[in-house]
């Protein structure tokens, strides 16, 4: 089974890299795209900070978070349960979401960015971001579902 978390977290990796790439070469920055009308554009942006240029600039923080929450999603998944396949999918979500946008963070000082959502005030984010989420989702069913048992080891 470990073979399906490497190729998933790989996979994870190349997509999100292979769709920055393809935003920072074929879509203009500050330009506007409408993917689905009223819905989903595309907007190419790059962010020295976190959601809502939150802490912009700050790269030394960033850098320091990101390899802190780095070894810690690898230890928490080293020790996860291996029957646990929610928690550890969730683990490797974030994982792939940090490494993500920290690959672009160290390469570039920033993190291109590229959905935005039309229907509400929502910060401009990526495909890293989306795993992010995904992560914290998984993390939270795993814990609505958790049995009784492994509650208590």
Known sequence: ???????????LIVGD?????YVATNIPTLSFHEFIPGILSLTHITNTGAAWSMLEGKMIFFYIVTIVAVIILLYLFIKSDKKDYVYRFSL???????????????????????FSLDFINFPIFNLADTYITIGVILIIISLIFMTEGDKNN
């Open 92 to 114: 490797l979500f974030l994982l792939s979401g940090t490494i993500g946008n920290a690959i672009d963070r160290f390469t570039h000082h920033y993190v291109i960015d590229m």
């Open 1 to 11: 089974m470990p073979i399906v978390y490497i190729v998933l977290f790989i996979g």
């Open 17 to 21: 890299q292979s769709l920055k790439y």
